[in-house]
């Protein structure tokens, strides 16, 4: 294994940025709907519940066509738990994330007339939302400095041995006391597509990362 170089933030996550602008790699879900014109954050937050265990290519689309059907929290709120599953069909545990949905829907409608307020506790009061949807719809829809983790940021973290975590809200403690504010919301919207395209879970592709000389390659046992 290669001599690895001190880990500096800045110049990783820039070659990262430079590497997926280059490959023209697809944006990470969330970011790709706000730049769709789906920037509130009671958007951001449904969008959020939806893409819990889904791939970004098929929770972009649902979200859309959700929003297509019923653009706004009272919209939704109106629905059935039946009609948003049929929607929200192809995301995973897709009965489950339609009650979620109608009840975030119908609470942002009777507590804060269907404005959901930039607020942490209250975005986590809603069964189903936990740390990392809360965390980046806050980032995504009220810029606010906040690290969301999920498996792709656990994964690429942990192997670049920047942190030694067992679980994805470990590794957002850990990042917050490591990763300088400036790149708390964006190293989420990074490492999804590194993590999907280049730093796999398996055979990642170490011989065209553009960070193999900072990364400690941790629990890497082959590559391509």
Known sequence: MQQKKAFRFGVVLRRIREYLAADSLADAAMFELAE??????????????????TRDEVSLPVALELFRRAPT??????????????????????????????DIARRTVSEFAGKLPCDVDVLTSFKGVGPKCANLALGVACGE??????????????RWGIVSTRSPEQT???????LPKRYWIEIN???????KHVCTGR??????????????????????
């Open 172 to 178: 957002m403690r850990a990042l917050e006391e490591l």
């Open 36 to 53: 769709r014109g789906h920037r509130t954050l009671f958007e951001q937050l449904v969008a959020c519940v939806i893409s819990i265990r």
């Open 189 to 195: 919207r990074l490492l999804v597509p590194f993590g």
């Open 73 to 102: 929290a009272e919209a939704i709120s109106r629905l059935s738990v039946a009609k948003i599953e049929s929607v929200i069909h192809a995301s995973s545990f897709h009965e489950t994330k339609a009650a979620t949905i109608r």
């Open 145 to 158: 400095s906040r690290i969301s983790v999920d498996v792709h940021v656990h994964r690429v973290t942990n």
């Open 203 to 224: 055979l990642p592709k170490c011989s065209t990362c553009p960070v193999l000389e900072y990364c400690r390659q941790v629990g890497v046992t082959s590559h391509r």
